[in-house]
């Protein structure tokens, strides 16, 4: 069982250039998240979604966008990286009924020069 | 503003000794608190959990302590063992709304064998 897994796990961009992380979930969960992580900041909510074909934002969406066409995928976009984008990404799911005891991913750690 | 705060970003602690980790809330809307615990190059694992309708919880060595009145909670690790040593963060959601979780900075423990 593979929970909640992100790809890739490192990424070197360079300013204005674009790219997507996927998160892939295999345990049907209905919510899932994108956070940005960093230093003295804590986990901050990029975008989320509560199902198939929906999305919202979160606290810092400038910059990303989202996309959930499968239930099992959730993909964040960086259309033009800018350096202010350099962090650690982690993505997140849980059932819609839990007690927000979210799975989370390895994380990926994405520079922008 | 950060809405959940670990104003301390660094403990150490004796092994067989007692861990208390803190963390203050800002939002008196929250109403469900968690903590989570995350190793170096890995995703946040959930920990425990507590509602606000209680004002403790237990789980093993683990027990998160509620103070509403004072919008603070507390996570004490008894004994403590070098395995404990990560990350903790905090975080709060306001239940009836879209279950979003505001995380702290998060506070690295050191458990010293």
């Known amino acids: 069982n593979a929970g909640v897994t992100q790809t890739p796990k490192f990424r070197v961009l360079k300013t204005g250039q674009s790219m997507t992380l996927l998160c892939a979930q295999d345990?049907?969960?209905?919510?899932m998240y994108w956070y940005r992580q960093d230093p003295g900041m804590g986990l901050r909510l990029i975008h989320y979604s509560v199902g198939e074909g929906t999305t919202a934002k979160g606290e810092v969406p400038d910059g990303y966008n989202v996309s959930r066409l499968k239930k099992q995928n959730f993909l964040l976009g960086l259309e033009s990286a800018a350096p202010s984008q350099t962090s650690v990404y982690f993505c997140?799911?849980?059932?819609?009924?839990?007690?927000?005891?979210?799975?989370f991913g390895q994380g990926t750690r994405l520079t922008v020069v | 503003d950060q809405q959940v705060k670990q104003n301390s970003p660094s403990l150490s602690v004796q092994e067989g000794r007692i861990s208390i980790l803190n963390c203050d809330y800002t939002?008196?809307?929250?109403?469900?608190f968690l903590w989570y615990k995350k190793y170096p190059a890995e995703g946040p694992t959930f920990l425990i959990s507590i509602s606000s309708i209680k004002d403790k919880n237990e789980d093993g060595r683990f027990t998160v302590f509620l103070n509403k009145s004072a919008k603070h909670l507390s996570l004490h690790i008894v004994p403590s063992q070098p395995g404990d040593s990560a990350v903790y963060f905090c975080a709060a959601s306001a239940r009836g709304g879209a279950n979003n979780l505001f995380f702290g900075t998060g506070t690295r423990l050191t458990v010293i064998p």
């Open positions: 345990m049907n969960h209905e919510y």
């Open positions: 997140a799911s849980h059932f819609q009924d839990s007690t927000l005891e979210a799975f």
């Open positions: 939002n008196s809307m929250f109403d469900y």
